[in-house]
């Protein structure tokens, strides 16, 4: 009894040798055992010996308790797994690499030569008065169409027999920009000729000679060239030595990733420069050097139908009409548009009849939405581009004219910078030389709308 005694005096003795060297114990004492008597959890907290750093709460210990507390003490649970938010692929970059209508040119302006056809329809300029002879003398917007000899009746405007007003140009006045013209179907009195307004519209037939003629006015069409400029397109993408050896919290976030980032956004960049870009020789102030930039095919395509900010019926079967009429293009045409005019059509009766349920084509891996009017088939597909100043608009294009020229085709180079001592990265350079080129301007047309 009195050894037991002994004992418990014994470590009474030392608990309060302790206690009262706690700070010289806790220096030499190892590790393990200071924390033992001295930290949060061990025998002496127990014993509420020493406080301890941290952050006292009140009640019970709830999530809320925790979040609100200065210590940053839940861990956030993501997903290592990163997503990949793209707003759309790029169907025009596509279709040009997909369709094989490449042309390597030799030459950074490129383009090409076109020959178009004899026109047929002219413009009277000056309205005439009812003629006492069988003959008038027209001014006309262009003049060069015609040739002696040649053959024409006028628009709206009735000759004597009830028929359109038939007439035979037997001089020409090149100078004046007028025919001279005989009446093929006169009236039995004067006036033999009727008024024609200005702005009437002449239509050209075919020449009439006598038995003896052997030979009539030559003409010949010469072709005239359009070019564009093929501009230098270049991204890159690089990483420090150091970052490429850090543990990421994102599994899948490396260079790849980063590769794969910056082709896509290199396709973008050179999807918006075919579809708005501006042909132009600019001279950097900085580099001392010229940039050729090129016409996107908005810029390049002349012809154009406005569409009211209300579409009705009439005018969206107007809208169809002109994308195929007056042109020997294909009978299947795209139509890029931005959200804003795709919504507007969907409100048209006549667009709802023609757009078949559900149907849809896949070209390219490209999905259009199928619609069959009555001049020709429409594949739609809303273009992510087509923001702020498009947003109501769209651009409906031939594909079998259109031609990407290429300079420089595509191309990457890897960069290893660390090794020539310039800095500590590596990388890889995507570099592309070409430019959009429209043949057959008469295929493609713009989809505009009023201004606001």
């Keep these: 009894m009195k050894k037991n005694q002994k004992i418990l005096g014994g470590i009474m003795l030392l608990l309060a040798v302790a206690l009262t060297l706690g700070g010289v114990f806790s220096e030499i004492l190892p590790m393990e055992i200071s924390q033992f008597l001295y930290g949060g959890g061990g025998f002496m907290a127990v ?6 750093a941290g952050e006292t709460v009140q009640g019970t210990v709830t999530h809320e308790s925790v979040e609100s507390a200065t210590t940053d003490i839940h861990e956030l649970d993501l997903d290592p797994v990163m997503v990949k938010i793209r707003p759309s692929d790029t169907p025009l970059d596509t279709i040009c690499r997909e369709m094989g209508n490449t042309r390597n040119t030799k030459s950074i302006e ?11 329809i002219d413009t009277v300029t000056t309205a005439t008065t009812a003629s006492a002879t069988k003959t008038v003398t027209l001014v006309v917007d262009n ?8 053959t024409l009746f006028v628009h709206e405007v009735p ?43 002449l239509q050209r037939l075919g020449s009439a000679v006598n038995e003896l003629t052997a030979q009539v006015q030559a003409y010949s069409i010469l072709p005239s060239d359009r070019t564009n400029n093929c501009q230098i397109f270049m991204t890159l993408v690089e990483q420090g030595v150091v970052e490429g050896l850090a543990k990421k919290k994102v599994s899948n976030l490396d260079f790849s990733t980063f590769r794969e980032q910056a082709i896509w956004d290199f396709k973008r960049e050179i999807e918006s420069s075919y579809l708005f870009g501006t042909k132009s020789k600019a001279f950097d102030p900085i580099s001392k050097e010229t940039i050729y930039t090129c016409d996107g095919l908005w810029n390049q395509i002349d012809k154009n139908f406005e569409l ?52 849809t084509e896949v070209i ?10 009555n001049f020709g088939e429409l594949l739609i597909k809303p273009h992510q581009l087509f923001k702020e100043n498009y947003y109501n608009s769209g651009i409906a294009l031939d594909p079998s004219f259109l031609s990407k020229e290429v300079y420089e085709k595509l191309q990457s180079k890897k960069m290893n910078f660390d090794e020539t001592g310039v800095r500590r990265s590596t990388g890889e350079r995507l570099l592309e030389h070409s430019c959009p080129f429209v043949q057959n301007l008469p295929a493609h047309s713009r989809i505009t709308r009023p201004s606001a």
């Design 159 to 201: 000759g004597g027999d009830g028929k359109l007003l038939g007439l035979f140009i037997y001089e020409l006045d090149v100078s004046n920009s007028s025919i001279k013209c005989l009446t093929l179907n006169p009236a039995v009195s004067s006036p033999f000729i009727p008024v024609i307004p200005a702005g009437s519209k």
């Design 308 to 359: 009211p900010n209300t579409i009705t019926d009439d005018k969206y079967i107007d809208m169809t009409k002109y994308i195929f009429e007056d042109n020997n293009g294909s009978p299947r045409k795209i139509l890029f548009a931005g959200n804003g005019l795709i919504a507007d059509m969907a409100k048209s009766a006549q667009f709802q009849r023609q757009l078949e349920a559900g149907k």
């Design 143 to 150: 003049v060069d169409m015609w040739t002696k000899n040649s």
């Design 364 to 373: 390219y891996g490209i999905t259009f939405n199928t619609i069959k009017t």
């Design 47 to 52: 014993l509420g010996v020493a406080a301890g």
């Design 110 to 120: 490129t383009g090409g030569f076109e020959i178009g056809t004899r026109e047929i």
